[in-house]
C-alpha cells in the first residue's frame, strides 16, 4: 500500500474517531435525557395524530358523516394531555411520591364501578360511560401501581439499598387485586402490562431469579386457565397460531394487518392511501394502527416509530441510571417497562408474534383514556430528568424557553422576559 493509501486511511480513522468522541460527549450531556424524552414523545404523538385521521376517516364518514369525527375527539385528547404533561414536568419529587396513593385507591373504586355500571364492548367490560366520553380506569391504574409501588420500596431503602423482600407487602397483595379486578372485566392486555411494571420494580430492587420463575410460572399458569375457560380466548389463540387457515373467523383481523404490512413495501403507499382501512382492519385507529402506518409509510416508516420508542426507553433508563433517589430509579424503570413494554406487545401482535390483546399503541393509538395517563407519566420522567446532575444549572443557563424566546421575537414578551436572570457557566 502506498504511502498515500496509509495517509488517507489514518485520516478516515481520526475522521471516525473524532465523530465518535462527539457522539458520546452528546450523550454525557446533562439535558441528553431531557430533550430524547422531550423530541420522542413530540414526533410520535405527531405522527399518532397524523395515523388516525387517516385510519378513521373511511369509517367515520360512514358512521357519522363526517371524516375528521375521531380526530377531532383525539385533537381534544392532546389539547389535554399536553398541558397535562407540561404540568407533571414542572412537579417536585414530593408530588409523585404522594400520588400514587390516591391514585390507586381512585384506580380500585374505577374497575370496582366498571363491573356494576360499565358498558360492554366486543365482549370486554371496560369502560364508564360518561356521555361525551368513556373512561377507562385501567389506564390510570397503570400509573397509579407504577407510583405507588415505587414510593412503597423506596421508602423501605436503607442506605439506597432496596430489599426485594419489601415487595411481598403490600406491593404483590395490591399488584394480585388490581390484576384480578381488571382480568374480571376481560382486559387481559392491560392485565399483562399491569405484570410488566411489576416485574420492572421486581427487577430493579434485584430480585433472585428464582423470585421471577415462580410468578411467572403462576402467571402462565393462570392465563392457560384463562384461555380454556373462555371460547374467545381460545379461538384467539387459534387464529395467532393459525391465521391463514382461520382468515375468515378469529384470525381475519390478523391477516388483514400483514396484508396491510406486506403490501406496505420500504416507503409504503403513500400518506393516506392504505387500502385495508376501507372497512378490511377492524378497529384500525386504535389497536391495529400500526399496520396502517406500515401499509402507507413501509417499512422505513415502521423503523422509524420502533426508533423512536427505542430512544425513548433509552431516556427513561438513563434517567434511572443518573438520579441517585430510590424513587426516581424504581418509577422511571417502571415507566419505561410501561411505554415501551406495551409498544413491543401492540407491534408484536400486528406482525403475528404474539396474540391479539386489543392494547393501543402509546401516543399513537385513538383513545384518550390510555393517553393522558402516557403524557404524565412522560412529563414524569421530564421532571425526574431535571435532577440529572448538572441539569438544572444547564437549563437555567438556557434562560427562557423556547416559547418564551418566541413571543419575545414576535414582540409579546414583555418587560419580564428582559429582566429573566440567566446564569452561564463559568
Known amino acids: 500500500m502506498s504511502v498515500t493509501a496509509h495517509e488517507g486511511a489514518a485520516s478516515r480513522q481520526d475522521g471516525f474517531r473524532e465523530h465518535l468522541n462527539a457522539f458520546r460527549e452528546l450523550l454525557n450531556r446533562p439535558l441528553t435525557s431531557y430533550y430524547l424524552i422531550l423530541g420522542c414523545s413530540a414526533l410520535l404523538l405527531a405522527l399518532g395524530l397524523m395515523m388516525v385521521l387517516s385510519a378513521s376517516s373511511i369509517e367515520a364518514l360512514q358512521e357519522t358523516g363526517s371524516p375528521f369525527y375521531w380526530f377531532f375527539k383525539q385533537s381534544i385528547s392532546v389539547a389535554i394531555g399536553v398541558p397535562l404533561m407540561w404540568i407533571c414536568a414542572q412537579l417536585p419529587l414530593r408530588f409523585f411520591k404522594l400520588a400514587g396513593y390516591p391514585l390507586m385507591a381512585l384506580s380500585i373504586i374505577g374497575l370496582v364501578l366498571v363491573l356494576f355500571v360499565g358498558t360492554s364492548q366486543l365482549g370486554a367490560q371496560r369502560w364508564i360511560d360518561l356521555g361525551p366520553i368513556y373512561l377507562q380506569p385501567s389506564e390510570p391504574a397503570k400509573f397509579g401501581l407504577m407510583l405507588w409501588g ?83 380466548r381460545s379461538e384467539r389463540i387459534a387464529g395467532w397460531l393459525d391465521p391463514w387457515g382461520n382468515a375468515q373467523t378469529s384470525g381475519f383481523q390478523a391477516v388483514q394487518g400483514q396484508i396491510a404490512m406486506g403490501s406496505g413495501g420500504w416507503f409504503g403507499l403513500g400518506l ?108 414524569m420522567l421530564l421532571s425526574f430528568a431535571k435532577h440529572e446532575p448538572g441539569a438544572r444549572e444547564a437549563l437555567a443557563a438556557h434562560g427562557p424557553g423556547p416559547v418564551a424566546r418566541g413571543l419575545s421575537w414576535l414582540g409579546l414578551g414583555g418587560p419580564a422576559l428582559k429582566r429573566w436572570p440567566v446564569r452561564r457557566k463559568r
Open 272 to 379: 393516506g392511501s392504505s387500502r385495508q382501512k376501507w372497512s378490511w382492519i377492524p378497529h384500525a385507529e386504535s389497536d391495529f394502527i400500526f399496520s396502517i402506518l406500515g401499509e402507507e409509510l413501509g417499512l422505513m416508516g415502521t423503523l422509524v416509530v420502533m426508533a423512536l420508542f427505542g430512544l425513548l426507553g433509552y431516556a427513561g433508563l438513563r434517567v434511572a441510571t443518573r438520579v441517585k433517589d430510590p424513587f426516581v430509579r424504581l418509577a422511571s424503570a417502571a415507566a419505561v417497562a410501561w411505554i415501551a413494554g406495551q409498544a413491543i406487545v401492540n407491534i408484536g401482535a400486528v406482525i403475528g408474534v404474539f396474540p391479539i390483546t386489543g392494547i393501543p399503541l402509546p401516543l399513537v393509538s385513538y383513545g384518550g383514556s390510555a393517553l393522558l395517563p402516557t403524557l404524565a407519566a412522560l412529563g
Open 150 to 232: 415505587a414510593d412503597l420500596l423506596a421508602r423501605k431503602a436503607r442506605g439506597g439499598r432496596i430489599e426485594w423482600r419489601n415487595l411481598f407487602i403490600p406491593l404483590m397483595p395490591g399488584t394480585v387485586i388490581l390484576a384480578v379486578m381488571v382480568m374480571l372485566g376481560r382486559d387481559l392486555g392491560t392485565t399483562l402490562v399491569l405484570m410488566l411494571i411489576f416485574l420492572s420494580l421486581l427487577w430493579v430492587v434485584g430480585a433472585p431469579l428464582k423470585l421471577f420463575g415462580g410468578i411467572l410460572g403462576v402467571a402462565v399458569l393462570a392465563v392457560i386457565v384463562m384461555i380454556s375457560t373462555e371460547g374467545y
